[in-house]
């Protein structure tokens, strides 16, 4: 079973950064991609940012240029490095592997970013 765990999100001002981090951990570790979903009140959740088997990446476009997603290998850890933050990237911020395709099983508890002045 792999278990993931975010940490990293909090308040921040309008133009502020965050980094987002995702640790896995569990027996039989086999995710081949990683990502990152975002819900926001009354929203569906949608993914934000994925990273996969040799180091791609993809980015929904109202972040791209602003959020970097990377992955520490020997960590077992995911990052979401989010610069200018703007009030309508406020959500939960939710961790998701999977051993093939994303979304894939696993799910963290998800931590909320709070864009406001």
């Known amino acids: 079973q792999v278990q993931l765990v975010e940490s990293g999100g909090g308040l921040v001002q309008p133009g502020g950064s965050l980094r987002l981090s995702c640790a896995a951990s569990?027996?039989?570790?086999?995710?081949?991609?990683m990502g990152w979903y975002r819900q926001a009140p009354g929203k569906q959740r949608v993914l934000v940012a994925g990273i996969f088997r040799g180091g791609l990446t993809n980015y929904v476009d109202s972040v791209k240029g602003r959020f970097t997603i990377s992955r520490d290998m020997a960590k077992n850890t995911v990052y979401l490095q989010m610069n200018s933050l703007k009030p309508e990237d406020t959500a939960v911020y939710y961790c998701n592997g999977a051993t093939r395709f994303l979304p894939g099983d696993y799910w963290g508890k998800g931590t909320l970013v709070t864009v406001s002045s």
């Open positions: 569990g027996s039989g570790l086999s995710i081949s991609a």
